[in-house]
Antibody
Framework: EVKLVESGGGLVQPGRSLKLSCAAS????????MGWVRQAPGKGLEWIGE????????IYTPSLKDKFTISRDNAQNTLYLQMSKLGSEDTAIYYCARAILWVFSFDYWGQGIMVTVSS | DTVLTQSPALAVSPGERVTISCRASESVSTGMHWYQQKPGQQPKLLIY???NLESGVPARFSGSGSGTDFTLTIDPVEADDTATYFC?????????FGAGTKLELK
């Protein structure tokens, strides 16, 4: 069974940094592109970015490219999202997701982790 | 960025046929996908590559379109289909989502 479990969320002060993790199991993690999507309270989905199998290609939505960094550790079957200079606009549920090979839609999603940016 | 435009909301009766549209600001070929999201849950993939039904998704769901105009069809609609439906394109970098269409049952 494919499972994606996010962790590392919570309350963070404006201007600080936070690193989310996504533990993957039930599939060969190193064979798939992986991505992050977020959803602000009561809002729609926002694509953050994706990383390829060996981390040689990482793509971001332009507005977040200077703030967020996606990485992965295939030995640990874990995906990461490093977030810096956080503001209230970054308050959201953050989802990690697996991308279908060659199609790049997300076929499996984690349950999401809440990040609240507030003083 | 490729902007995806969806109607905000629809209301239909159970048993009816409903079409949810998504229009792209530029061609995305067949790189369009559809997701269903119910309150408090993560999104669920329904259709990928414009018209391919994801495994385990009922055949009541279907997708069509190419280029800039896409449609998700549910026929017949059931009460459990109450949800928000998002389109997403993965043809042009950065990939983008539509704002979602909230489907309500009468």
């Amino acid at each position: 069974e494919v499972k994606l479990v996010e962790s590392g969320g919570g309350l963070v002060q404006p201007g600080r940094s936070l690193k989310l993790s996504c533990a993957a199991s039930g599939f060969s993690f190193s064979d798939y592109w992986m991505g992050w999507v977020r959803q602000a309270p009561g809002k729609g989905l926002e694509w953050i970015g994706e990383i390829n199998q060996d981390s040689s290609s990482i793509i971001y939505t332009p507005s977040l490219k200077d703030k967020f960094t996606i990485s992965r550790d295939n030995a640990q079957n874990t995906l990461y999202l490093q977030m810096s200079k956080l503001g209230s606009e970054d308050t959201a549920i953050y989802y990690c997701a697996r991308a279908i090979l060659w199609v790049f839609s997300f076929d499996y999603w984690g349950q999401g982790i809440m990040v609240t940016v507030s003083s | 960025d490729t902007v995806l435009t969806q109607s905000p909301a629809l209301a239909v009766s159970p048993g009816e046929r409903v079409t949810i549209s998504c229009r792209a600001s530029e061609s995305v070929s067949t790189g369009m996908h559809w997701y269903q999201q119910k309150p408090g849950q993560q999104p669920k993939l329904l259709i990928y590559g414009a018209s391919n039904l994801e495994s385990g998704v009922p055949a009541r769901f279907s997708g069509s379109g190419s280029g800039t105009d896409f449609t998700l069809t549910i026929d017949p609609v059931e009460a459990d289909d109450t949800a928000t439906y998002f389109c997403q394109q993965s043809w042009n970098d950065p990939y983008t989502f539509g704002a979602g269409t909230k489907l309500e049952l009468k």
